[in-house]
């Protein structure tokens, strides 16, 4: 199959990275953004100043306004925003081609991956799951990233890694489609759970605490819906939820030192944070814990923080009285 032309969905941060990405790499792509503000400063300033500053954009990206087909799709909204977006191109359009999914959430109501969406919307596309420690300010400024590039194992993936790849960004190919975005996921709840833990003051032996049990929960939802618990290893797990767990770059490390330090959801997001996927994951991912059965008690207290039902001293102090039992 023919992968040389690239068309990526979102003029966000990420997807106006993806393109950056891709463009320096030496691929003809296209960048689909609904704002037209955006579409005009791309091509004419090459910046998008909204989303990544002052960075220099390279300028073979096109960016426009309606969906253009190419080999290679990348949905880049929101995940909330996929099956909109996804709503907007006709299914024919990505029939039997790769279109690859970097959203990291699970949706609302549908309690969906990312890849079911794409199934619902269009039957007959081929899905990836991209995912792992990549901050797109990171992958616009060409420094060197590597992520997971998951299909199911019945596709050739490397042969798409590669046409992925460039000099900055190195995708490994894999086959745990559900194990990656189930992590990609998870990763931003406990992400806002760390970030609440130094807002709170804490402490670092508390947040990496908490991320070790946070792995060990990841890899029990992951294993009860399919995925492998060795993907967690790799970069969409162990890698990805390191970033996002230990820095305020993560926007939803962010959020959650906002709640830490006493802030409710509401007061911060009409503060104008930026997007935090966890918030709207968080409950989903609850849901899922019970539908599977699954012990998930971090996935519960980002919730109780979230609703504000509880405080987090309270919160901890519930988790640190949990019995006793062994580790595993
Ligand atoms: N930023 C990062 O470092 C990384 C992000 N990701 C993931 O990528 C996804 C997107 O994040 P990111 O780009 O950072 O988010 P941003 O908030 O930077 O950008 C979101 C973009 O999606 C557009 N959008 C929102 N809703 C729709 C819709 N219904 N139809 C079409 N376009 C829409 C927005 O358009 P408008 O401007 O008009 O609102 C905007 O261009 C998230 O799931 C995130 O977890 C993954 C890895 C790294
Ligand atoms: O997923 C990301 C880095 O891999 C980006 O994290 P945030 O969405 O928390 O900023």
Redesign the pocket.
Known sequence: MRLETVTV?????????LAQAAATAGRPVTL????EK?VDEINTRHTNT??LGGLALDVRIVAESLFVPADIVVM???????R??LA?IDPEFLARRPVVL????LETGTLERQSEILGAMAPLAVPYV???P??????AAGRPTAVTLAGDGASDTSELAAALAGPSLRPYAADDRVGVEIA?ALK?VYALACGAVEGAGLGFSARSALMARAYAEMARIVTAMGGSATTLTGLAGLGDLTLSCTTPQ??NYTFGLALGRGESTQEILAGGA??A?GVATAPVAAELAERFEVDAPLVAAVNQLLTGVASITHIVAGLMARPLKRES
């Open positions: 969905v979102g003029g966000g941060a990420w997807g106006s990275a689909i953004a609904r704002d955006i909204r989303y880049a909204v929101p995940a909330q925003a996929t909109q977006a907007a970097t959203a990291k959430g991209l995912s792992g990549s901050f797109a300010a990171d992958v990609g931003n993560s926007r930026g997007l996927e």
